[in-house]
């Protein structure tokens, strides 16, 4: 029988503690934003950021959504230009229940490795490999890999983190372990996440006309939509 | 072969007695509100409350979802403060299909116990122990149990609450059988409800371009914010 | 290996016909609407209506989701009066690919009903009963099963309605086969439903502060809202 | 254990040039537009497009969805008059990572096909037929069919277009291997669009009271909508 308890010391305030790092600093979940006039960030003040974490002996790991980014398109509408993800973000333990925000890991996870992730089997593993340097001159250089292991038994799993650097030969490892009730709660976050970060949320919201459109501007003819006819 | 009857005489007179008790009286299902001038809730208007109950002939049991408290930060934008939950109330029968609103019994679902609900197999159990005291020095004085234990062949769950008070020294009781059916009801809307509870729906949601934001205060550069090589 | 095949004559002039007859005539899938002045529904024109649809050789089978109906409570937000429901709607066939629809058949799922469709296994069975006049004096005079049946070899179900008139002595039934894809596109559609109809999407949406709201009206201070401890 | 990796030289250039040719050209996945004015096309600069595409050895497929079409109906809202679909895009590789975008392949999946792919067991197979020319003097010139065929040991499927054209005397194939992970981002992806095609979404969307509106028109009564027994 599974058996969760809240009558340990909260963990409240560190998970306080926490959220003021991971919003702020030198990493910011937000849109990406350029410096050019064209993507100014008119809704700082709306965006909201939430994040699911579980802290651990050794480790901490927080998993957090980023939206897409969509870019304009000639036809008057815009497409995704850049696929969201789900950051993974892992802080080491320094203490009983402390933690170093300023050892932190981060892997993001894109759609496919969302996909790999949500229909992991419960004896299944699975690895991923991110290069952070990826098409530079210093490609190879730093290497991390994200794995997910079972604990056995249907309890949950392991999550680790690999980073890697040749450079200046240090080799970093975090790892987590996960029960099967907060893998559940990952898993159902990152299915609804996943249509989100893939801009299909957007794609698939209609738009009633707008009162105060020019109704004046017909369109010339376009193929049917969703024909597949018509090649 | 599942037979579901309506045959029997209707509930809906006390549902609606029940729904008066829920969502009014000692107990408001809100946004958490502080007397501080800048949480006025200017919105109890546009508020709305739902439930899903099941009554049956010792006790009923009623769940409802509770949405997360967000919190400015300083780049303008908020996060979640505090997590929401799926608040549970168990109501004891003082007759035929007549409740004791008074004597209710609330247990409090945190998104990974809620985690542990939804992954719960056919044969499986959970429980959770909650202290209404914790971190005051009446700590341990009262102590809830939650236990969800499956009825046997796949026929739903006993969900039971206990409530120990070892001050008063009475050790409460209640236990309402639910099937298949309605556990089936349960988990869909606690799966629903757990990204909404962690704030992922707000965070997922992309804001446009408001129209009567200043369009001329461009933002000195920020880091990409899906890049998790920028260390 | 499941073959589907659009080769076949067209059903979109049916589909035309019959979703006709589903938006008007003397059934309206609307919200509950009375009589009286406080509820004068001002949103007709917003209103959209969508189903899906099964025609088959002997009758054609249409389910279609109801909305909730919300009422105002006195701290000022509302709650959900009546929950919605999905309707199946039947109707014989009369010819190849011609349906009679006067002579529909209606069966409203409850939630638990909605329930115990999206969890039945692939070999399990489920029959509801319905009372059109339950707590009148007309009480048994009609009375509706829905029997949901397995085809064998998980290759999906049969629907069957049956309509038992003691007082016309008429005995009416109306038999539906749905595929395995079919089964699968409505138990999609009910679980999505399912929120939707008990009103937890419009009680797990957040409203952001209204630029137009009051803002000096302070209120007193309340209870934390998802706290248990508060008894 | 699963292995992906980001190692390999990036495709986003690819991406980019693919989804120029997705939301551009001859196909646009729009709305579908006539040319009345009643149609007039108000809202393209609100129009979002997102697909989620693979690229493999031999060919790429990209998915995408398409919204359904409303029509007003007589009481004043409206009814889904098409459903949308899931349009899947195939383009057959002529290089290393280079893709024939003028060669591309469509294949509309109705919701029902949908269903039947979200459904789809580790070891099952599908295969759907679809006439370009159904219905009118070319039937039968050209047939269209989508197979999807397991991997083997749970490791995906391959997903093939076959287009035979009786006419030109031509038979092109397409085939695409889906990997277990990109199969469940698409299976995700599907089961989050299915609603969203056949207009549940809007259906299900509440609309408050608009304090624009008229409030002294008071309706006439109507059947309570949620109502079987009225008949």
Redesign the interface.
Same mark, same amino acid.
């Given at each position: 029988?599974? !058996?969760? /308890? *809240?009558?340990l010391?909260?963990t409240s305030r560190k998970v306080s503690d926490l959220?003021d790092v991971?919003?702020?600093g030198?990493?910011?979940?937000?849109?990406?934003?350029?410096?050019s006039?064209a993507n100014?960030? %008119?809704?700082?003040?709306? *965006?909201?950021?939430?994040?699911?974490t579980?802290f651990k002996g050794k480790a901490a790991l927080s998993i /957090?959504?980023? $939206?897409?980014n969509?870019t304009k398109? %000639? #036809?008057? &509408? =815009? *497409?995704?230009k850049?696929n &969201?993800?789900v950051?993974l973000t892992f802080f080491p333990a320094v203490g009983q229940r402390q933690y170093d925000y300023s050892k932190?890991? $981060?892997?993001?996870l894109?759609?496919?490795?969302?996909? =790999?992730l949500?229909?992991l089997g419960s004896a %299944?593993?699975?690895?991923?490999?991110?290069?952070?340097?990826? +098409?530079s001159s210093h490609e190879g250089q730093v290497k +991390?890999s994200l794995s997910i292991t079972p604990l056995g038994n249907d309890n949950g799993y392991f999550v680790n983190i690999t980073v890697l650097n040749n450079v200046q030969k240090t080799n970093e490892r975090l790892s987590v372990p996960v029960? +099967?009730? %907060?893998?559940?709660?990952m898993r159902?976050?990152l =299915?609804?996440?996943?249509?989100?970060?893939?801009?299909?949320?957007?794609? $698939?919201? #209609?738009?009633?006309? #707008?009162p105060t459109?020019?109704? /004046? +501007?017909? !369109?010339?003819? !376009?193929?049917?939509?969703? #024909?597949?006819?018509? !090649?």
């Open positions: 029988m599974l !058996r969760l /308890s *809240r009558f010391p909260s959220k991971l919003w702020s030198s990493v910011t979940f937000e849109h990406a934003l350029s410096t006039a100014v960030d %008119e809704n700082a003040s709306a *965006r909201k950021f939430a994040s699911y579980v /957090s959504p980023i $939206l897409p969509f398109i %000639e #036809s008057g &509408g =815009s *497409r995704v850049k &969201g993800s950051m932190k890991q $981060l892997f993001a894109s759609p496919t490795e969302v996909g =790999s949500i229909s %299944e593993s699975c690895e991923f490999f991110h290069d952070p340097s990826m +098409k +991390k029960t +099967k009730a %907060e893998f559940a709660v159902t976050a =299915s609804y996440a996943l249509p989100h970060i893939m801009g299909w949320d957007q794609a $698939l919201t #209609s738009h009633p006309q #707008s459109a020019p109704a /004046s +501007k017909p !369109r010339v003819e !376009r193929p049917h939509p969703d #024909s597949e006819w018509e !090649r």
